[in-house]
């Protein structure tokens, strides 16, 4: 059966890496396979949980006779939940960062991009536009940041050509703002939840790499555009909540907003409590802050029903759900015992981290960036340091213990890695519908670039991982 539902998952990898051409939703993929996945192995529970669990399972029992039921009670409580949280700390997180940005999003708060951005040159618009969304998709969510900086782009520039290439470099953008921080990317999310990684080791070792990373292939990009867009200036669009907050109410409410979302950290080290709970406290401090400055609004017939942020909506509930049903259907197959298997046989054949990066950031590249990299982190737990002596290779094994390098270069392998070809990614996904974008005329004109921008990043922070060892 361990057989069975490796196969099921792996099957369900090559329906998200061809869901652009099945057009069956990877949300609907994912969560097919979390739930089977643990259909079968509650099934089969009795023979899964004499391999791994065996010493858990007896204390469970506490004198009582073993049976299927008892069983089944075991598997939920003392295993099921457990991922079933993991899952849900991820998911909550996003949930309010999305939030957050929509709130910000539907007073006017980021309207001052569309004031720097207004120029008819391709170059400055570019450089502008990616760098506004490195700076915020590092701080909330990549697929919001994506669209709603595509859809600024896309009410100004009016050439499809010239909107492909700044939207290409937009979605990098994203990916690698994403991947700088512990609350850019929901894998970073997990690493930080987990305890594999803390915020500001982090985020030192990996900025200097996803700068050059967005910049180096955005910097050729810009050769590609011509000297002055074909660009249109359109009044402001109404949003939905429309507002009337003059620019320090806005200016205030950017700050409740983003300057929450960085004491997070802060927050976790003090309480030691999950991050969502803090982005959920910085939510609740913006929604209130949100009605204050437009009660009036809100007391508007025609708006009585526009209070809940539109992040409740059907593209984004997708994702959190494709984020559910991944990381439910990795830990099914990780409680077979087969990760571990799998790391064993990585580690005598392979025994470098680096090459593991590599090739988990070209497989990201041509299934899905998210999950590849969880699948990486699920195969192997966070080392105790102070037991590495009980390791034989305990320096190989520095690598996994917290901060340690394998978490640092899979994290950025699978984020820009999944920048190689557009499909991969939920802002890929985002940007191939909205302008219609070809996977052959990404390829020609983008992956080489991604290439470039990858390797070099990659090449400084094995620098920098050397640096701190020596």
């Excluded at 600024?152 to 937009?170: A, C, E, P, Y």
């Excluded at 966070?382 to 002596?389: A, R």
């Amino acid at each position: 059966m361990t057989l069975v539902i490796v196969t099921m998952l792996l099957v369900g990898y090559l329906l998200i890496a061809t869901s652009h051409v099945t057009n069956v939703n990877k949300a609907a993929i994912a969560m097919f396979i979390g739930t089977v996945g643990w259909v079968i192995y509650i099934c089969y529970g009795a023979d899964f949980v004499a391999h791994m669990h065996p010493r858990e399972y007896i204390d469970f029992l506490a004198g009582q006779p073993a049976s299927s039921m008892a069983v089944k009670h075991f598997i939920y409580d003392d295993i099921f939940l457990k991922y079933v949280a993991k899952a849900a700390a991820v998911i909550l997180f996003l949930l309010a960062t999305m939030s957050i940005i929509e709130i910000l999003n539907n007073n006017g708060c980021f309207d001052f991009i569309r004031e720097w951005v207004r120029t008819r040159s391709s170059k400055r618009l570019l450089w502008t536009i990616s760098l506004a969304t490195f700076v915020i998709s590092a701080n909330l969510d990549n697929l919001t940041t994506t669209t709603m900086m595509l859809m600024i782009m896309r009410n100004i520039v009016q050439s499809r050509r010239q909107r492909m290439l700044i939207g290409s470099s937009i979605v990098l953008a994203a990916n690698a703002g994403g991947c700088m921080t512990v609350i850019g990317d929901p894998a970073g999310v997990f690493l930080w939840g987990s305890g594999a990684v803390t915020a500001s080791n982090f985020s030192s070792y990996l900025i200097l790499p996803s700068i050059l990373a967005w910049a180096i292939p955005t910097l050729l990009l810009s050769l590609n555009l011509p000297d002055r867009l074909d660009a249109t200036w359109l009044p402001s669009p109404f949003r939905g909540d429309d507002t009337n907050l003059n620019r320090w109410q806005r200016l205030v409410m950017l700050f409740v907003g983003i300057g929450g979302l960085w004491f997070i950290p802060t927050f976790h080290n003090i309480t030691k409590l999950s991050p969502f709970l803090g982005a959920l406290c910085v939510l609740s401090i913006l929604w209130v802050v949100n009605e204050l400055f437009n009660r009036k609004l809100m007391n508007a017939d025609q708006l009585a029903n526009n209070r809940l942020p539109r992040v409740l909506q059907y593209g984004s509930i997708q994702q959190i759900l494709f984020v559910m049903g991944v990381m439910l259907a990795l830990g099914a197959v990780k409680e077979t015992g087969a990760w571990g298997d799998m790391a064993t046989w990585l580690d005598f054949n392979i025994h470098n981290v680096w090459a593991v990066g590599i090739l988990s950031g070209l497989m990201s590249g041509l299934v899905d960036t998210f999950t590849i990299a969880m699948s990486n982190f699920s195969l192997y737990p966070v080392v105790d340091e102070h037991h590495l002596n009980l390791w034989a290779d305990s320096d190989y094994m520095t690598n996994f213990i917290v901060n340690g390098a394998y978490w640092k270069i899979t994290a950025f392998s699978t984020a820009i890695g999944g920048c190689l070809l557009c499909f991969a990614n939920t802002s890929g996904l985002a940007l191939m519908k909205m302008e219609h974008v070809r996977i052959g005329w990404y390829v020609k004109n983008c992956t080489p670039k991604v290439l470039l921008g990858w390797a070099v990043g990659l090449a400084v922070l094995y620098l920098e991982i050397y640096l701190a060892e020596m």
